[in-house]
Structure formats: structure tokens, C-alpha cells
């Protein structure tokens, strides 16, 4: 995530959070007012974003907010662990409390979540990967928090990888032609990966330079098949109806990515909470 | 929710997604090939964004594209479903797809959530509402799916509402102060709400013109005594720890709002597919 | 005022008169010319936006200048006042100072009428307060005009704030119908509004949870009857036509709030310039 | 004023008054309910914007708005003159009332208040123009008001147009040093201004390639010897300090302009109101 | 190129051109003056860029503006070729030829360039593509001119593409390690590409799963040694000093791409004029 | 140059080539690896933007960057000279390199190619001059580098300079009535251009108040005739085919300034590199 970037899209949440100001904080602290305040967690879980995301909310409401003892990425932590101390103006650290909060919980969240998937292949090549079922607006800050919980990302956006799926596919009459027609067009630094949906479709690519093949939606045995027809020669992801009562099973089929929606789009949120310790200067 | 401030909103999303471009789409089609595409639900739930949301995205993208049978947001619909047809260049019907997918799945799920704790409070003349901890980025979206399922707003943000807690009663010496202090400086149009931990409190806000006492984490048997304590003379929130395991109960004390968190926290997303039926103009 | 937010729209006014740049000093100084300027009065007013607003303005053309004695909001000051004094390199103070000065100008002129409202009814319990009738750009500094006079805000904008006006009451029949419907839909954070021009008007406000009744254009003996009929038991606010000859009367009818348009649209400027002592460093 | 930058301010105007919506407004019409409404001149005025401003503000906020019958610009209209017809949707005409009448009242104020003084010095050559004295964000609008009013428009910003002032010519020494090191950089299309405020200085103006002298708070005499020195071989600026009851014996000198800060920040508001005509369609 | 994007980015450069307003063209035409105009090849070049650019400029400029005759990307268009036909409001011709001129201008320079290196190499399998070397803010534009000149784009942006160089390599110890490094955490829909100046290089790159070599500043003779050893196993691309002197050697060693920084940085503009028939509706 | 403004323009260059983020680098470097790097010259030019553009841009990119010996603007340089030291993160280095780099070699490309025309012109009083024939969205930028290179500048945009072309004229009836109705509703600080095809409408020019006459794609023996006929009475601006070749004669007319669109939208780019050397803090 380049800093720049995700200071601007903070700097939006917080604006969204605060409107013109908080009415109640404003009307009874004064700027110099200052205090510090606790992100706590409230359960067990692993931790994602309080340097990145968390510090960062708290730095953009006002430079001046000591932030300190964020607990590192994918560190699994229990409950009454300190996440993250912040110092600063008592108005400030209460404007920026919900949204820091929010963030926190909902990336750790998905870290989390992420990590109970990682560790049922553990034993296997498997990766665990996203997909673009993410929350809009916030795809950056949630596929960081599925590296921070161990997987992998696949594409950012529409721009950034190459998926060829049944209609592209019916619209040009044979896998074969949609491969040729886009591997023409688009940057040679992209690898071309095709949906499948039915082993003679895998072979279909196979013939004609596809570099990544996905199995949508296939029972773990045809996924098994697939692999073996594939052999080595490109990549495998497995995607369509994965959750942890089946990844398990799926990852040894020997497929290398297993790429899961709801890795983002239903990763409870962690419970924290931001305890308080405030003092005038 | 203001047309003109949702467009913005919609487009910025549909930027994130599509980025430059979509490689894979753009190679394909040109952008005189039409189609037509039918979101359609794939379990049971209420629907909620067919037509502000999902319909508007798919306009946003192309403004030739044409939406129909835009199911009414509150509705309970089952699996098959159609909730909503989109007609237009398949290029542009495949940019919006994933946004147009992502949202009114979570907000159908917000919906769908809230509707159940509606359900369990039915007999009781408490509402249900929401609180700020919504998805950064999302907030009017997200409480447009509470209303939509059913349940009322709480304040917007910081600004638009004036609610006194623990930290501000402590920096001022009692509640009374603090909302002294308050009231002198927000706008009269805005109620005063206070957060209350104890009976005592709850008596101390009675003495002092608040608008509404939040009950925050008090036991069913505390927040009886509380509601009979009030006794009707100002407004009650019930706000903590509040699922669907404990929401009814809550609502027999008598209490006016029952504030939940997890009615956008922890909303699981409905299952919607995209169904196509392509053709060449 | 959120200080991040002022930031972003103090900046804009910057980027609107220096343009891409001021051409006659940028031919003339270097940037390493420093100077130091003082913002003085040049006649009688109630000081508003010195630090706030005009220090900001400087800071943010170059967070190199250094601004010092910058007076209290809310200070009456004679002609020959030093308001705020300014330090840093030539160019930037230059640059900034028109804009500082139209701010410094219109808001203290704000807070100066806004201050003879004050004095006028300062034997009563009313309150005088603003409208929504803001120069567009600026209605959140021109609100921060009002409070450093001595009033206070009506609502914000159409979002936060309900007032249920003739065509509103129209369409839906009566009173009691429009309240009922809005009240249904709207945060209960919020106090429901009603514009009254008669005394049925009132009373049938009476019956049916209205929080503030506003007397749209009544004369001062209506208003006195208004007043009786409510007998304090919802705030009370007058409006329409309300100038310096006649708002001691009506606030002896007992009104709270007294909401006048003028404050912000017809506050004459006050006299401010800018005395220079120039030196190289 | 290009259309396309004038419809971005407009549109944050209607940002800054809906915010995320019109809560009365929208719990109470659905939007196809459709009604016409009628802004009136309550007073006598020269009105300017009617069909640039207002009319362009209710299309921004619904492009389904209608706007008939725009008074032209410079017109003078007495109390009860139509000045614009709008039909819509109720919701949308209701959002865009207040700013659509907040801009006219302006503008057509500072309109009525330029062709006051344009009026005074009909008889002389002299051109009425504005100043830098605008209102922060409004420089545009306001402008364009002064030029429906009569007047003509000094630089628009510090980017495109050359004003030495007395920091500059002190900070180079004379008039001509300062002079030959702006010619010298600023493009040759753009005329060089000096300001001046003794005849001394005026004769320096002359030796030294000056396009145009500013006579700064000269009294009317000496400006009278200042216009018989430069005898018209340089454009001649009078300001500082000029009013109604001034501005005649000053054009009577000779200067070709008189320019005026309070064409922009002292006019006052015009009076004018919007009539409904609902109708549910 | 995504449409909307494409919008947002035409529109910034208009604001560019046209300020505030075009103070001739609005001093004499009225808005309901209509012309036709045509934009047309001054010399020989290829095209690029007419309907997707500038026929976009002036329908951003007025949606009114009806455009014709668009000469499709990539035609080889000789001196006096009718490139476009635009008619509208003369105002809006005035405003967006500048601007739609620029650009078809410089993009079309890029695909006349870039077609003269396709043409130089059309024996040999080498596709010829761009870098990064494009001018600040018209990546997007500037890489479209390089394919309708019959080349191929190289990554966009630092996040859609991976390039190990030395530095990278310096810090990690070997190709090897930094490879091992970053295929870790990149999306595995992304070909991983290392710069070598070397052949000890080369071979390093052949045993860790590199996707792409890029032969850096090497000699020709080095070239054909690298493709000889990597032997088809994966992309190799040549980079660095190549101009139209040496491009068709450089690929008769076998390489599948060449890269050069010139297609976009040192392609010389088309000339291309607009010519008016003006007429009065 | 307004920093503030140039600020905002070198983000949005780096958001472009940064997008989210290098994934290459924050695979390798952590945050806390420091590193000096070098820009050097590659062969011999005139320097310009190493302090304004290229040390901003690292700063931009981090302000933790420190930048050394940014050679003068408008300084011949020779291969191997140092043009800028840029210390700070790897990481930020790396993100920065490739604008900085884009934005130095272009712009002082356009320095070095007009200090070519001014070395021409160098015995004549004529000066060299832009047009707006500038790279979409980097004309301030491109404008710099002409003043770099000892040219002036032509006016920005269409809003802050006055050019009556052939459109203009003809829609009028002639150069008289055009000039009359522009003169009147344009600001007085610009001087007003008139666009010449004959010398006959040179005299024309003469009668009626036209500030500068431009002579457009004249002969140099019309030129001449030209020159002698306006006899020094306004300024005489020459335009249209003007290269290296014919810049010497047409100084030699007498004309005041020579634009000339060449020297931005086709001065070649120098060739600059970035030298490293890395070190951990």
C-alpha cells in the first residue's frame, strides 16, 4: 500500500465520520486537552493494521498524536492485549476513535479469518487467495489484511490481471479464440487465466498458452481430475463454494490457489475497544 | 439519500473495481454489442439497493443501459428470485457487474439482518436502530439497508448529533455540567443524548433537560428499573451487547430504541448471482 | 469546525485568488525574503477568525509563517487594534493576504451584527440565532461568525435538521399527518420543527410531538399568544422580517429562539488592513 | 464564465446545503410528485443570474427540472416581477430552493449596487470595475454579477494581471527597477499596473513604460492633477475609498475606471421569494 | 481505456485550456451560434486518437457538439485527409480545439512513431512496446497511441507489474533470493520480470522461475547468446538504446519483445489543422 | 509557480506511475532502508526543474527525502554533471524515480531547445515566446521551462489573455467591430491581440485600439513591410512555421516577440539517469 494513496482514502473516512465536527467533544474540550487511550482487544484474533491503518487515522486527525506499541501484522493476540496506545488532544483522539476502531476491527477481522483458512492447508502447496468480493471502497485496505492473515492476493481490479470467463469465452466461439484475441492485446507482464468449468474446457486450455486455470464451481473429485490432466504444466486455482468445512479437501487435490469471496465479503468483525486514560497537560 | 452525492459515491466505486479498464472485456467486445443480464437471488432474504443502488451503478457506468424490474427495496424475497434487469453494451454490463454484486449483497444483508431483530421486537413499541459502526466509507449506504429492513437511524456523525459520554462527564465533573456546557453551543434543533452506566446517572440526566439516556451494557433488570425510573419523560436508548438472543427481552423493559452495532458490522452478505443472456444487437 | 476540513476549503479560497501563482511578487521577491506584517483594525467591531481562520489561511499558503497575538474571537476592538501579526517569507504573505483579509472582514462583520442582536435582547431569555440563508462556500464559517458574536446555529443544512414548512404540511394533509411521517423516517437524534403562520397552526402542533414550533412572520401580538398557547412546553423560535428596530419586542414575547437571515447575508464588512514591515533576513 | 466550471461550484453549493439528503423533504414526497414554483422579485433591483445561476442550479440538482421565463441579466424589475419558472419533482426543487435564491439575491444585489454607481457617472467617461475584495469562492460569480450590473472586472487573481504595489517598488528600490524586472517576466500580453500614491510617484509611472496607473487614495484633487500630468498616455485607475456619495466628483477628474471593493463585499441582498404551485402529476 | 476515467482526465485538460472562460470567443459569439468545423492532416501520418480523443473533447466541452466522420485508429492518413468533422456552438468548437488538437496531435505522432518500428520489424516474431518513459498524466492516452501504432504496452504502473532491477537484486544478495521474495507476496496473476545485463545473469534467471528476461543495454551479439541459452522457455525482452537504426538487428536475434522509452518521450507531432466553415443557425 | 498548486500536480503524476503501490520494492526494501541516489546528466543541456520539479517530487513522494546541489535553472550543463542528490528510503526513492526522472528530461528538454531559438535571436531585441500548444495537463510545467531556457511566456489560457483570430473577426464584419465588442467586456489589465493574415489588416489593427499584432504565418518580406508600417506604435508579435532555420531573419524584421509552438510540443527530451548508491541505515 504506498502511503500517499492510503492517506487520502483515510483521510475520506475519518471526513465522512466527523462532518464539519464533533459537536459534543468540541463544545467541551479545549485543543490543549491531551490524553491517552488504549486499543485493546476484547477477544482472541489476529491482528491486522494497527501501524498501518489504526496509527495512521489518529496521525491524519492531528500530527501531533503519539502513537505507540502497535502490535505487529498477523500476530495472534488474546483478549486484553494492548493493540496500540495513542497520545494526543482528547478532541482529536475522539474524533478519530470510531473510525480507527472500525478499520481495526474489520481488518483484523479478515486477517483472522484468512488465517483459519491458511491453517487447514498448512500441510499442502495450497494458497489461500481473495477475489474482487470485496467491500467497495476499501479492496486496498482489505486485501492487505488477507496477506496479514497469510494469503495471497489475486487482481486489484479489472486493469491489473486478466480473467477470461464463459461470456467472453461464447463470445468468441472457443477458448482457444479468446485466448488469441487477448493475449494480443493486453501487457505481456500479465499472466492469462481462464474459468473452467468442465475438464474438456481444461484441456481446451491447454492447447492454446494459457498461463493460470481457474476451476469454478467443480466437485473436489472432477478438481482432482483436472489437476492430474494439468500436471505441473500451469497454475491451478480452485474457486466457487469454498469454506472451511471443504478447503481441506480442495487444497489436496493438489491445486495451487484456492481463491475464496468470502475471505472479505464475510469475515466477522474482531471485538476491540479503546480504553482511556486521560489527563490534562 | 441525496441522488447527486450517491452517483459520486457510486462512481468512485466503480473506479476502484475497473480501474484503467478491463483487459479482458475491452479485447473482447466492442461496444456495440448488446446483452442482457438478470440479478437473481440465490437464497431467501430482503432485498434491499435494486433500484437506488444496484440499478444506479450499472446507469453510472453507461448511461445507455437500461434497468427493469427493479425489485422494492423491504421486500422478502426466496431463492430464483429476479431482482433486477439490466440491458446494454456487454462491455459496460460486465465493469459494473462485481460493484453493482457487492453492494446489494451487503446491503440486502443489512436488510435481512435488521429485519430479524424487527421481527423479534414486533410486539413491543421499540424500535430498532443503528449505530456508527458502519463501514468506513459507507455509512449512508449501510443505514439506507437498515431503514430498508425495517429499522431507524441513529445520528449520521459527529455532526449531526450530540450524544455525552463517560469521557466528556468526567472532563466536566457530572452530567449536569457536561450538558450545561453542551447545550449552550450545538444547535437546538439536535436532541442531547447521554450515555448512562448506573441507575444514579439515569437520575442525574433527569434533572438536567437531556433528550434521550442511553442505557450502554446494563443487565434487562437495570434497564427495567431505568425505563420505570424515566418514566416516559424523556426518550430511552438501549445500547450494548444487544443480539438477537437477548433484543426481545430488552424490548419488554419498555425501553423506546435498541441501538446494535452489529446490524453493519456483522451483517452476513445474501448470496445474488448474475444471470446472462447475451446477444449481438 | 473540524480543522481538517476548514484546512481543505481555507486552501481552495488560496487556489481561487493566486491562481498559478502571484506574477508580480514571484518577479520580485525571492523565496528567502522575509517580512512581517500586522492585521490591524481600521474601525469599531467584534473581532471573529483571527486565529481560526486568517492565521490558518497563512499557515496554509506556507506552514513556514509564523503568526502570533492573535485576538479572542468574540473581543471588542477599537480602531488601531493589532488583530494578528504575521512572519515569514514575503511571497507567501503576499499571496495570502487577500484572502485572509476578505475572511477576517466578512466573519467579524458577522460576529459584529450578530453582537448588537445580542445586546438588544440580553434582558431576555431568547436566543438569537442564524438561518440557512449563507453565502454558498461558506456557511460553516459564517455559522462560527454567529457563535463568536453570541448566537448560536439553527441546522447545519437539509440533512440534519427537520423543518416541516407549508408545502410539506400540503402534501400531506395536516400537522399531524406530515409529522407523523417524517417522524417515522428521521433519527431520533433529531428534534422535529414546524413552521407555524397561525394560531390553529400552533395548537394543532401541540397535539401531536412537535419539538419546536416556529413562528413564521407572525406579528409580535400573535407571537405573544403563540407564546401563551404553548406555555413552555416545546421550544418556542420566531422568524421572518425580524431586524434590529424590532427584535427587542419579540423577545419579550417570551420566545427562545429568535432565527434571522440577516445575520450572515446582510452583515456589513468591517474595516481590516494590513501594515507591512518588510525586512530581508 | 465557461459552463462546465460554473456547474462543478454550483454543484458543491448543493452539496454543502443537501448534505446527504433533504430528511423532510424525502420522508414526505416521493419523486414523481411533480410541482412548479415561481422566484418573485419582493423589491425593486437590477436582477442578474436569473437563467446563468438559478435556473442552471435546479438543472444540476435534477436534470428533469424545467426552468422557463429567466429575466435577462441587467434587467430592472420592480417588486412582483417573475424572475424564473421552475417545474420538477417537488424533492428537487425543494433541495435546490435555497441556494438557487441565496445566489440570486446576491448577485442581483451586487448587480443593483454596481449599476448604482454606473449610473452616477454616466455622463463621464469613466468605467465602473471591481476589485479582489470578492468573496472566497464566489470571485467568478460575483464578478459576473458586477459586469450584469454595468461595471467592468479588474484581474481575476493574482495569475492574470500586474499589480505593483508599494512592498514592491520599496523591496526594488523605484518604480522603474521594479517595472523593468516585472516587464521582464510577466507575458507581453498582460498590461503592467502600477499603484501610486503621490504625483511623484505618478511621474515616475511615466518615464518607465507603465500601462496603468492606480491613483490610491489621492484626494479628488490631486487625482484631477494627477489625469492632467499623465494626459492620457496611460490608462488611469482611481480607488481606494470610493462611495456613492464620492464616486461622481471623481469620475468628473478623468480617470478612465474607478474601481471599488464594495461593489463586492457591501452590497446588500435583494429580496426575492419562491412561490408554490404543487400538483401531483 | 475505461470511459469514464477517460472523461474525468479530457475534462481536466479542458479546465487547463479554458480557465475561467474563453474571454474572446464569449465576448462575441452567443451561445446559439453554430459552426462546423474539420480537423485535418497537415501531412502523412497514422492516426490515432480521433473518435476515442478528440471527438471526446468537444462532446465534454458540450454534449451538443455532434462529431462525424472519425478516421478509424491506426489508418495511414496522407496530407489534406479529413481526420474529423465537428459542429456545434462556435463558443465550444473554440474552447476544445486547442486541447483536441494537442492531443491528436501528440498521440497520433506515438502511433506514426511506434509504426515505424513495427514496420521495421514485421519479419521477425519481436512485438515492439513501451515503458514508463510517458509523459506525466497521459500514461493512459499516451499507451493507447503506442497500439494503434500496432505496438504493445509493457506494465502500467508499479502496481500491475513487477520488474526486479539491480537495486533490488543488490539488496537481496542474488536473483535468486529477490525472486524468491517477491513471487511470495504478488498476486499470482502477474508475470515476474528481471532486468539482466549480464549473461551469468541470464542463466540465474533461467533456474528460479523467472517469466520474463529482459536483456538490459546489452549488445546485439549479447542478445542472441541470452536467447540462445533461455532457449523459448520464457518471454525475453530487450531493452535499452534501441532506435530505429537498430531495432530490426536487435530482433533478428530472436526476442519476443523490444521495449523502447522513444515511443512515447521523443515521437515527433503530426501536423494537424482545424478548419472552419462557420454558419448562423 | 504557486508550490501549493505545484504540489497538487506532482501528486497526481505520482498516483498515476505509483497506483497502489511498487510492488517490486515493498516485496524487498523495508521502510527503514536508506539510500542516496544521484541524477546526472547523459549528455550536454540546458538544467532546468532539478529544485522545482524533480526535488519536490521526492519530497512529494516522502518528506523525510533530502535533496543536495539541485544545479540552477537555465544552466548548460555537460555529461556527468550532478543535477540533483536525493537521500531518504529506498522504497520512496525508487517510487519517485521515474517521474522525477520523466519531468526533468522533458523540461529541460524544452530549456535547452529555446535557449537554441534565444541564442538566434541573441543581436536582435525580438524575444522568443510560447503558445498554447502545451502537453494536456503540464502547461504551468512546460511554461517554466521555456522561462528556464531565457523565453517568455504567451498567455496561460483563454481566460487570461485576448487573441482575436479569423472566427472572431469575420463573425463581426471586421477587425474594428471585433476589437470594439471585446474591448468593452474584458478586463483592462490585458493588453488585446489581434491575429494578422494581411497587411492590410495590419492597418486596419492600427485604427482601433489593438494592443498587440500578431503577424501570422507572414513572409519574412510581409514582415518586414509590416514592422514599418506599425512604426513601433504596439507590439509586434510574429507567429506560424517559425524553426531554428528562419528564427534569425525574422528577428531581423524588428518584430517585438516570435512564438513559436515548437518549443513545447517538440523540444526532445534529454537523456538523464538516476546513479545509486544504496546503504542501510
Not at 38 to 56: D, W
Not at 85 to 106: C, S, W
Not at 193 to 222: A, F, Y
Amino acid at each position: 500500500m504506498d502511503t500517499n494513496l492510503l492517506k487520502a482514502i483515510l483521510a475520506s473516512f475519518l471526513r465522512e465520520d466527523i462532518g464539519r465536527g464533533d459537536l459534543t467533544s468540541e463544545s467541551i474540550f479545549t485543543p490543549d486537552e491531551i490524553g491517552t487511550a488504549h486499543l485493546v482487544a476484547r477477544e482472541s484474533f489476529v491482528a491486522a493494521g494497527a501501524a498501518r491503518l489504526a496509527a495512521q487515522v489518529f496521525a491524519i486527525q492531528n500530527s501531533a498524536v503519539v502513537t505507540e506499541h502497535a502490535v505487529a501484522d498477523g500476530t495472534q493476540v488474546d483478549s486484553g492485549k494492548l493493540l496500540l496506545t495513542v497520545t494526543g488532544p482528547v478532541i482529536d483522539l475522539l474524533k478519530a476513535e470510531r473510525v480507527a476502531l472500525n478499520l481495526l476491527q474489520r481488518i483484523s477481522g479478515i486477517a483472522t479469518y484468512t488465517a483459519l483458512f491458511v491453517e487447514k492447508v498448512k500441510n499442502y502447496p495450497a494458497r489461500i487467495c481473495d477475489t474482487r468480493k470485496t467491500t467497495p471502497g476499501l479492496r486496498m485496505i482489505e486485501k492487505y489484511g488477507v496477506v496479514a492473515g497469510g494469503g495471497s492476493n489475486h487482481r486489484f481490479n479489472l486493469a491489473d490481471g486478466v480473467l477470461i470467463k464463459d461470456n467472453h469465452i461464447a463470445a468468441c466461439g472457443s477458448i482457444a479464440k479468446a485466448v488469441a484475441k487477448v493475449r494480443d492485446k493486453v501487457p505481456h507482464t500479465l499472466r492469462l487465466e481462464v474459468e473452467t468449468d468442465t475438464l474438456n474446457q481444461v484441456r481446451e486450455c491447454l492447447d492454446c498458452g494459457v498461463d493460470i486455470i481457474m476451476l469454478d464451481n467443480m466437485s473436489v473429485k472432477q478438481m482432482a481430475e483436472a489437476v492430474e490432466i494439468i500436471a505441473g504444466s500451469v497454475i491451478v486455482e480452485a474457486s466457487g463454494g469454498i469454506g472451511l468445512a471443504n478447503v481441506e479437501e480442495i487444497a489436496k487435490t493438489g491445486v495451487d490457489f484456492i481463491s475464496i469471496g468470502a475471505l472479505t465479503h464475510s469475515a466477522p468483525a474482531c471485538d476491540i475497544g479503546m480504553d482511556w486514560s486521560v489527563s490534562t497537560r
